[in-house]
């Protein structure tokens, strides 16, 4: 089964306006982490945003935002303002609890976001 | 402006060859990861280590690829005889156990022919 759910192969957004990822999670522990990567053509893996199960509140990062829906199971990434820039492909994944220490992602399939004008 | 280092940053080799991929994490960081990333499969881990250690390579084909950190501040990636399938870009990673970000290195591209 899949462990993290990206639905959205891909998604376009005008310039300036704001777009929403979805990233859906399956785990039963109940200590776990959420984050965003984002990968530009480059090739490069850009750390963006965490959040903790634990966490009271949403994260946010800049004009990045995490929007997290512990009930559904879901840590959509919301970018606001988006810019040129941000045409990259997008990655959710999430931390796996590993009793040997230490921090095992496990990632999503990817969400290509391209900004036009 | 620390960052994770990796080399080579591309290969081309001949199927049956022998690839050594290099990776030097961030100075203090305990935990390193390799992972692949292929089109098909996405992001995939091979293998991690703590304080050096092996923790899980679960996710590496044993049979030709092997992974050591030989001190600190390096780990290798080792693939004995490549194949054609092994053609990916090959990422490494290193964090503090403690905390939850994990810093990519460039990646190496590893092209089997």
């Known amino acids: 089964a899949q462990k993290i759910t990206q639905t959205q192969p891909g998604m376009f957004v005008q310039e300036k306006e704001a777009v929403t990822l979805d990233c859906t999670y399956d785990?039963?522990?109940?200590?776990?982490?959420l984050f965003w990567y984002k990968q530009p053509s480059s090739g490069e893996m850009i750390f963006l945003i965490y959040?903790?199960?634990?966490?009271?509140q949403n994260a946010t990062e800049g004009r990045y935002s995490l929007n997290f829906q512990k009930a559904r199971k879901s840590a959509n990434l919301v970018i606001s303002a988006s810019q040129l820039g941000d045409s990259a492909m997008y990655f959710c994944?999430?931390?796996?609890?590993?009793?040997?220490?230490?921090?095992?992602?496990?990632f999503g399939t990817g969400t290509q976001l391209k900004v036009e004008l | 402006d620390a960052r994770v280092t990796q080399t080579p940053r591309h290969k081309v080799t001949e199927m049956g060859q022998e690839v050594t991929m290099r990776c030097q994490p961030i100075l203090g960081h305990n935990t390193v990861f390799w992972y692949r990333q292929t089109m098909m499969q996405g992001l995939e881990l091979l293998a991690y280590?703590?304080?050096?250690?092996?923790?899980?390579d679960s996710g590496m084909p044993k049979d030709r690829f092997s992974a050591e950190m030989p001190d600190a501040t390096l780990a290798t990636l080792k693939i004995q005889p490549s194949e054609p399938r092994d053609s990916a870009v090959y990422f490494c990673?290193?964090?503090?156990?403690?905390?939850?970000?994990?810093?990519f290195g460039p990646g190496t591209r590893l092209t089997v022919l």
């Open positions: 959040q903790g199960s634990y966490d009271q």
């Open positions: 990673a290193s964090g503090l156990a403690v905390y939850n970000e994990q810093f």
């Open positions: 785990t039963s522990d109940p200590s776990y982490g």
């Open positions: 994944a999430m931390r796996e609890p590993n009793t040997g220490g230490g921090n095992k992602l496990t």
């Open positions: 280590f703590r304080n050096r250690a092996p923790l899980d």
